[in-house]
């Protein structure tokens, strides 16, 4: 692949000069958790992968509880800063209200490209509400999946749906971002 910051580096010597030499970038990829109320409410689950947000919708939202396999329903690629979008989509797709549910860095335990491709993604949460081992795996091919905690010190029993309604970002409820 050509690499479009050769000038950039040519003008450069890093062993004389401080600035970024393209490294990777220091941010962290995201992941958030937007709570949905369309026709039926649910959760988008979304990690960066890439330049774009790939999209879960889960019906029944994340469960703390290793046992708990919770259907995931791939979905169109989301642009990256539609991880800040909290508000009402008054009509047409997706009309209704949407919530940062949570919101955090993701830590990718395998590669997660490749992990698209075969289907099983490893990764490592770090929102306010879901942290630790989490993965993805591909049922038969298909859109489905199946998002599920893995055991470790932060699974549990606690139904943190019920427990932490509100926004991440905003702390607002529901009712309130549908007042506007
Ligand atoms: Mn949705």
Redesign the pocket.
């Known amino acids: 692949m050509e690499d479009s910051l050769k000038e950039y580096k040519e003008k450069r010597n890093p062993k004389k000069t401080p600035e970024p030499m393209g490294g990777k970038s220091s941010r962290k990829p995201i992941f958030v958790v937007?709570k949905?109320d369309?026709s039926h409410l649910?959760y988008?689950f979304r990690l960066e992968i890439g330049n774009v947000l790939k999209s879960w919708?889960v019906p029944k939202g994340p469960s703390l509880n290793p046992k708990d396999r919770r259907l995931a329903v791939m979905?169109e690629d989301h642009p990256l800063d539609y991880a800040n979008f909290e508000g009402v989509i008054t009509e047409g797709y997706?009309a209704g209200t949407?919530m940062i549910w949570d919101k955090g860095s993701v830590v990718a335990e395998e590669p997660m490209e490749e992990g698209l491709k075969k289907g099983k993604l490893s990764f490592k949460l770090n929102g306010k509400k879901l942290k630790g081992g989490w993965s993805l795996i591909q049922m038969r091919g298909g859109r489905n999946w199946l998002l599920a905690k893995r055991g470790d010190e932060y699974a549990s029993n606690r139904d943190i749906l019920a427990e932490e309604p509100n926004s991440a970002v905003s702390g607002k409820s529901m009712e309130k971002i549908a007042s506007g």
């Open positions: 937007q949905h369309a649910h988008d919708a979905t997706g949407v």
